[in-house]
């Protein structure tokens, strides 16, 4: 079974700070690189996805690098706020036909005010 | 549109009794998906279902059991209870592939405990 590995398992960041959220996969072959944002009570939802074509990509706030060379990426949260206060979840696909997604063992973020 | 819906939101078991978990998704979507939340551990998948009629074992199948008759729902059935099933579970969906590229809709979860 193919792993994706993350860390930390926690993080503490102050108002304003930066959050880092690494991760590292594998297996070479697969071509998208999703992270999701899961608040206490809820579901997990997508939040930001890459693909290894690209060394990184932005969505507000939002920035994931990825280094195909070394098979990690990173989720950069900047500005970090209160309200992104959740736990997130890396994840590579398992094969390329059925959409089964291998999951990283989950951050928790908390950000103080 | 109410998405991917799980029912019951928390559930107390004895050992050895049985339940099914309900979900059920309105988006016509293809591809469903079980997985178990277990603290530390992330989403380890049960099942899938890349259609009606068509199930497979995920990673953590023992215990379980699942039918897609329809497109839209996707029960997990949980024959003799056991403490290990204690645990957080998601059901998901997927339109195909191709499309949204992995970007699941998930449930919004049940809470399991089994006693």
């Known amino acids: 079974q193919q792993q994706v590995k993350q860390s930390p398992q926690s993080l503490i960041v102050q108002k304003g700070g930066i959050s880092i959220i690494n991760c590292a996969y594998e297996?070479?072959?697969?071509?998208?690189f999703p992270w999701y944002q899961q608040f206490p009570g809820k579901g997990p939802a997508l939040l930001i996805a890459i693909r290894p074509d690209v060394s990184e990509k932005k969505e507000g706030r939002f920035t994931i690098s990825f280094n195909k060379s070394a098979k990690q990426f990173s989720l950069h949260i900047m500005d970090s706020q209160p309200g992104d206060s959740a736990t997130y979840f890396c994840a590579a696909p398992s094969d390329s036909n059925t959409g089964k997604l291998i999951f990283g063992q989950g951050t928790t973020l908390q950000v103080k005010p | 549109n109410a998405g991917v819906t799980q029912t019951p939101k928390f559930r107390i078991l004895k050992i050895g009794q049985s339940m099914t978990l309900q979900c059920t998704q309105d988006m016509n979507h293809n591809y469903m998906y079980w997985y178990r939340q277990d603290p530390g551990m992330g989403l380890k998948l049960i099942y899938y279902s890349v259609g009606a009629g068509i199930t497979d074992k995920g990673e953590v199948p023992n215990g379980y059991n699942v039918s897609r008759s329809t497109t839209e729902d996707f029960p997990l059935r949980l024959e003799l209870a056991a403490p290990s099933q204690t645990s957080v579970y998601f059901c998901?969906?997927?339109?195909?592939?191709?499309?949204?590229?992995?970007?699941?809709?998930f449930g919004s979860g049940t809470r399991l405990t089994v006693v």
């Open positions: 297996n070479t072959a697969f071509d998208y």
């Open positions: 998901a969906s997927l339109p195909s592939m191709g499309e949204a590229n992995y970007g699941y809709t």
